[in-house]
Each structure stands twice: as structure tokens, then as C-alpha cells.
């Protein structure tokens, strides 16, 4: 099971966006919103005040066949429906409120508040009155119009699709934060949605009795209250869920923890050592609705413990501890890699993974992972679709999340998807070769259209293209897995060298028993797509020399290193600074905008991708490449950055390394602006992501999502939501 908190730098909070060269930034699903009818008044409880509308109210406008019931419920009513239609009103305040029952019969509703859309399924085994299913808090203090409407969607669980309305709540505060309550002048805590919300220690909704001190330090916030006396701490919360974060020390005493005046469990904080910003106690299975909590210190101790001090960092509180607040995607040659951000519960133990159509029809259940893991390869899916996924969590008592995010096919998602089969598309060809010097007088003299079939077979040379193409056409060269380009031995030569070429695509065939597979050097939009390359003394795929927009994607690459394991990479981006003056003029190697995409990679001696200092702005995207026995012991990851503004996303490694994934800063500033983001790190022995990142040197801009698993340990630093 995981932890997480906004705040621990070993967990993961919440949001994250992607935004890179391939992908634009990704919106939630934006349903059409009807407005109310011109005769619905605007509802305006009035500044600092809240107010309650029954299901009948006049401001409510509703569509379709609705019916009415009496029960246990807000003035007695409700009104439900069982096809299409909605209900819309528009309000004047800060929040907003959906009162409703949940029912072993509730469908999924899309609640659309200012045009941006969530879905939110009312399913309980076990009935349920007067419970608030969906709230949205923290609005500006203006007009807001919202719209629920019935989806025909339900969960898998669930025995109909009803949509229910019992009241609606308005609230327009003064105070963001939260709304008074009962007779206490604090604001209450109250999360939005699926995100959850952090109270930092000096937070006005936390009420403190006694003689608390603060102190500065390593904390949420960056300082901590702490009370050596008779006091407590109280708040008040509207959710499911909730989390103290605290300091663990060889002087802490043991704490008093009471939720809405029940008994009282006991917190000991006593640790040999000082630990930072640690979720010290939560609650992640309250009713929907209000709660209190108190804190309070008991002047008791552990016997090994040198005080009984009680110290506040910050409070967490989620509206839906399940719930999952964000969900990225990234391209594949078929699909998509889906990944999503932990929830706020740590007691979450699988992922459903949902995708449906635009609508929010078809909703079908890919597959479940379990927890640490959150990353799913959907590799089933129609180029030219628009698909909508959202992620379902499950906690060890079977409670289901209520509230869901979605993430739809962006039309740049569906664009790079294009690009990437168009790269397998070779053309009729214009000539065939079927031996070695046929090949080599092809490369010898190419020119722009030429599209060169390679028959099945074994060339054998260290064979070269230099010059090739310009703008006004690309020059193709296609074949089978069975045509095998090798320099011959695997302690000398490269199979297939590329100089200065423009435009040039290598498609389907293989590269095999050579010291280096292939070379592009000085090149620009050279694209690689379905090759296999194997057997290599050193690397695979190797892009240098000021290299630039080009491409490898849908190969796969295994057993490099042969001949020296640390130096047997499978694609290698740039050029080390040691041999900068070697082979680049003593300048940094600027080889930029290369896509790494949806390779297979394994058994190398050295890091399955590397991109080097002096590299720029490339991306590495939903590639799995898998540790072997070979690697070398200096390998610490899978997946190394040194260079300035990559995007590694999507990818899944497993190997025994230290990590799965690693940026490396330097001095000179190397190992910037780098964002690691969606990723799956399996086997490895410390975390999934480390972020090299002195604070002596000029680094800045590196990124560790929260959406990278495979450990509960994310990384060395905060994630970023």
C-alpha cells in the first residue's frame, strides 16, 4: 500500500500537466453546458452567507422525465430520473454543493461547473440520505452556471443508472478557505473535488489552545508549531479523509487523536533519529460529510524518549480519499500509455482502469493493477479516436472512489500518433538490392525519391550514406526482419554509418553481430521505425554530432555491450564531455529534438537510453526496456538525463538498478529544465526517480511528476502534482 502527501518529498501529491514538443497540455472533458432558462433566478445567499435549495426550488431548471419521492431526505423529497436529461442553475458565491442519496441503483453523473466537467458515481452497497456527492469550493465571488446530468452510465456494480437531486448548497464566503462553523470562528477545511487540500501549521482553520511555540526548518512550509504543555489543536473538515504531518524526533511524546468526539487513539511520534514532513496518523473511511478533529497532547511518552513535546507541520484533508485527481497520457504506436497521480489514501489497493468513448459510452474496464503500480499500456486502440480514461480506486475494505477525473484524446495526442505510423509507411519501391555491394553502390550515389528495398538476407560491410536528400525529398530504405545489414564481427566496425544526411527513413529491417549498430552523425530528420537491432559490441543506435529532429520508434533492441558492457547502450543521445574534444571541436555536442517512442529494450551492458550533456529538448515516451544480467555494475539506471529539456513519460524499466530513472546536473549547468513524468520503475533497490541537483551549482527546472510508481518511494525530492 502507499502514502501520500502534498508535502513528504519520498510520496507523491497531486496535479501534474504534460506539455512538450509531441504533446500539448492535456484539459479534463469539457461537456456542452445548457444555461438555465431565461425565468430561473440566479441563486445569491448574500455576502458571507450560505443557503440551502430544496429539489423543488424555482431556480432549478430541469430537462427530461423526472420523477418525485419522499424519504429520509433534505425537506423530505427528492426527484430522480432514469433517461436523458438534467438539471442546471446558476449561482451567485464561492461554492457550491450537490446533495443527493447514494444508492446501490446510482448511475454516474457529469457535473459541469463553468464548462469544465466531472463525473461522479453515487454507488453504495448500503443507502445513504442528505449526502453532499459533489462539491466545488474556492471560486472567485461571481456567477457560476452548473449543469448534472444523467450519462447512462453506471458502475460495474451498480444494478440501474438513476440520477438524484435532493438539495443544493451555496455558499458565498468571505474567506476562501472554507465557511464558519457552528459557533467556532475558524473556516472549515474543505477540498475541491478530487483534489485534496494541505493546511499549512499556521493555517486560521486550525484552533490552538495552550502555549504553542513555532520553529523553523525542513518542514511543510518550511516550520512547524510544537506545545511542551497541556493544549491541543482542533479543525473542522468537510470529506472522507484526513492526515497529521509531523516531525518524528527522539523527543516527542505521545499524542491524543479524536475524530468527532469518538474514542481516543494514541500517537507516538518517538524516533531515534529526526524525520521530516511524516504522515504521522490519518483517518481514510469517514462518512461522507463534516468532521472534527482534535489533537491533543497527553504529557505521556516512550519510555526511550528524552521529552513529550507535540508538534503540528500541516493537516491534509480530501473530500475523496480514493479519488484520483489527475491522469495522463502518452502516444504509442497502437495506444496510449495511461498513467494517474496516487490518491490520498494510503489504503488503496488496485486501479480499474476505464476508457470510453467521447460520450461517455462504451465504458469498459482495460484491466486493474494494484497499487504501487500506476501505469497502464492500452495497446488496443483506433488511430483517428477520441477516447476518454479515468482511473477507479479500491481500497483493502472494498470501498470504491466516488469522484473521477477524466483525460481525453487531445487533437495533438491523435497528431503524434500519425506521425509515428507514418513512419512505418515506406513507399512502392524504386529499387531492390539483394547482396552487399549492390547495397553499398545504392548508398554511394542516393538521390531525393529513391526508396531502396532490401530482399531478404545477410549484408555484410561497414556500409555508409553521407549527404543524402534534401528538403524537396527523403530517400527511404525498407525490409524485412530476415534483411540483416552486420559490419561482420562484433569487435569492429559500425554496421550502418549516416553523415549529413536530410530526410532519410530506415524501416523493418535488422542490424545484427556488429561492434556498432548504427551511427547518425550531423543528420536532420532521419527516422528509424520497426528495426531490430542485436548482438552489438557497443551500442545499438547511436544519434551525435549536432544531430537533430529525428526519430526511433517501434524497434527493438537487445544484447549490447558485448564486447565492453559499459559502453553497450541501446540508444545513445549526444556525446560524453570527455570526448567532446575528440569528435566535436572541444564545443558541447548540441544533438537536439530527438524522440525516443514505444521501443523495446533489453539485455544492454550499459543504460537501455541515455541522452548526454549538451543534448536538448528531446523526448523519450512510452518505451519499456527491461535489466539483464549483463548490465554493468556501473549502471545505476535505466533511463539517464544529463542533457537540458527532455521529457521522459510513459516509460516502464525494470531492472535491479538503484533507479529506474535518473537526471544528472552538472556545474555548468547541464541537466536543466528536464521533466520526468508517468513512468514505471520496477526492481529497482532505493526509488524510482532521483533528481541530481546540488544547490551549490546553477541548476534549476528539473520536474519529478507525482505520477511516476512502481515503488512507494516516488523519489528524492517533492514530486510535482
Not at 560524453?576 to 529534438?593: F, H, I, L, Q, V
Request: glycine share 10%.
Amino acid at each position: 500500500m502507499t502514502t501520500r502527501t502534498t508535502t513528504n518529498p519520498t510520496h507523491r501529491p497531486r496535479r501534474f500537466s504534460l506539455a512538450t514538443a509531441l504533446i500539448a497540455a492535456l484539459g479534463i472533458l469539457v461537456a456542452p453546458l445548457t444555461a438555465p432558462a431565461a425565468s430561473a433566478a440566479t441563486l445569491d445567499p448574500g455576502a458571507g452567507q450560505s443557503v440551502r435549495v430544496e429539489e423543488t426550488h424555482s431556480s432549478l431548471s430541469y430537462s427530461g422525465s423526472w420523477r418525485s419521492m419522499t424519504g429520509g431526505d433534505s425537506g423530505g423529497g427528492i426527484k430522480f430520473l432514469n433517461s436523458t436529461g438534467s438539471v442546471s442553475f446558476s449561482f451567485r458565491g464561492t461554492g457550491v454543493s450537490w446533495i443527493s442519496r447514494t444508492t446501490a441503483s446510482a448511475g454516474i453523473a457529469t457535473v459541469t461547473v463553468d464548462g469544465a466537467s466531472t463525473s461522479v458515481d453515487r454507488y453504495t452497497t448500503a443507502t445513504a440520505y442528505q449526502v453532499p456527492v459533489f462539491s466545488k469550493k474556492g471560486l472567485t465571488d461571481s456567477v457560476h452556471t452548473v449543469k448534472i446530468a444523467w450519462s447512462g452510465r453506471a458502475n460495474s456494480s451498480a444494478d440501474d443508472k438513476n440520477l438524484v437531486i435532493d438539495a443544493i448548497d451555496v455558499i458565498r464566503s468571505t474567506d476562501v478557505v472554507g465557511e464558519p462553523s457552528g459557533g467556532s470562528s475558524a473556516p472549515v477545511l474543505d477540498p475541491s473535488g478530487a483534489s485534496s487540500l494541505t493546511a499549512q501549521e499556521t493555517d486560521p482553520a486550525l484552533e490552538y489552545t495552550g502555549s504553542w511555540k513555532s520553529m523553523s526548518g525542513g518542514d511543510s512550509g518550511g516550520s512547524i508549531k510544537y506545545l511542551t504543555s497541556a493544549g491541543s489543536v482542533s479543525f473542522t473538515f468537510v470529506g472522507t479523509s484526513w492526515r497529521w504531518i509531523s516531525r518524528k524526533t527522539s523527543s516527542s511524546g505521545i499524542a491524543a487523536v479524536s475524530v468527532d468526539g469518538g474514542p481516543v487513539t494514541k500517537v507516538d511520534r518517538y524516533s531515534s533519529t529526526a524525520q521530516y514532513q511524516v504522515p504521522v496518523y490519518e483517518t481514510t473511511d469517514l462518512a461522507e460529510g463534516r468532521h472534527t478533529v482534535t489533537i491533543s497532547y497527553t504529557g505521556t511518552k516512550n519510555s526511550q524518549s528524552s521529552d513529550r513535546n507535540l508538534i503540528i507541520d500541516a493537516i491534509v484533508v480530501a473530500d475523496d480519499g480514493l479519488a484520483i485527481d489527475t491522469v495522463q497520457l502518452s502516444p504509442l504506436t497502437d495506444g496510449y500509455t495511461v498513467a494517474w497521480n496516487a490518491p490520498f489514501s494510503s489504503r488503496v489497493v488496485s486501479y480499474d482502469v476505464h476508457r470510453s468513448a467521447q460520450d461517455g459510452s462504451d465504458d469498459v474496464v482495460l484491466g486493474t493493477v494494484s497499487d504501487p503500480v500506476r501505469q497502464y499500456r492500452d495497446e488496443t486502440v483506433a488511430a483517428r479516436g477520441t477516447f476518454t480514461y479515468w482511473i477507479s480506486a479500491t481500497d483493502d475494505a472494498g470501498r470504491h472512489s466516488r469522484l473521477k477525473e477524466t483525460e481525453t484524446t487531445s487533437a495533438d495526442l491523435l497528431d503524434a500518433r500519425a506521425s509515428l505510423a507514418a513512419a512505418f509507411a515506406c513507399p512502392t519501391p524504386t529499387k531492390t538490392v539483394t547482396n552487399s555491394a549492390q547495397l553499398a553502390a545504392a548508398l554511394a550515389t542516393p538521390s531525393a525519391g529513391d526508396v531502396i528495398r532490401l530482399a531478404d538476407g545477410w549484408y555484410t560491410g561497414k556500409f555508409t550514406l553521407r549527404g543524402a536528400a534534401a528538403a524537396s525529398g527523403s530517400i527511404w530504405i525498407c525490409g524485412s526482419p530476415n534483411a540483416v545489414l552486420s559490419s561482420g564481427s562484433t569487435s569492429s566496425g559500425t554496421a550502418l554509418l549516416i553523415n549529413g544526411a536530410k530526410n532519410l527513413h530506415l524501416v523493418g529491417f535488422s542490424v545484427r553481430s556488429s561492434f556498432q549498430g548504427i551511427q547518425v552523425l550531423a543528420s536532420t530528420g532521419v527516422q528509424m521505425a520497426g528495426l531490430t537491432v542485436t548482438d552489438i559490441g557497443y551500442e545499438a543506435v547511436h544519434f551525435r554530432s549536432q544531430t537533430t529532429d529525428s526519430l526511433i520508434v517501434g524497434s527493438t533492441i537487445r544484447r549490447t555491450g558485448l564486447v565492453t558492457t559499459k559502453f553497450g547502450e541501446g540508444v545513445y543521445i549526444g556525446t560524453s564531455d570527455r570526448n567532446w574534444c575528440e569528435y566535436n571541436g572541444c564545443n558541447p555536442d548540441r544533438t537536439a529534438r530527438i524522440a525516443v517512442v514505444d521501443n523495446t529494450i533489453s539485455d544492454t551492458g550499459a543504460e537501455p537510453i541515455e541522452a548526454k550533456e549538451g543534448t536538448l529538448d528531446g523526448n523519450i515516451l512510452g518505451n519499456t526496456v527491461l535489466g539483464g544480467s549483463r548490465l554493468s555494475s556501473e549502471v545505476t539506471s535505466m533511463i539517464l538525463v544529463s542533457g537540458n529539456g527532455w521529457l521522459a513519460a510513459g516509460n516502464s524499466a525494470s531492472g535491479t538498478t538503484t533507479y529506474g530513472y535518473q537526471v544528472i546536473t552538472r556545474a555548468d549547468g547541464s541537466g536543466n529544465d528536464n521533466t520526468i513524468s508517468g513512468n514505471l520503475g520496477l526492481k529497482t533497490t532505493d526509488a524510482t526517480v532521483y533528481l541530481h541537483q546540488p544547490s551549490g551549482w546553477s541548476t534549476s527546472g528539473n520536474t519529478l511528476g507525482c505520477s511516476n510508481s512502481g515503488m512507494d518511494r516516488i523519489g528524492n525530492v517533492d514530486c510535482t502534482p
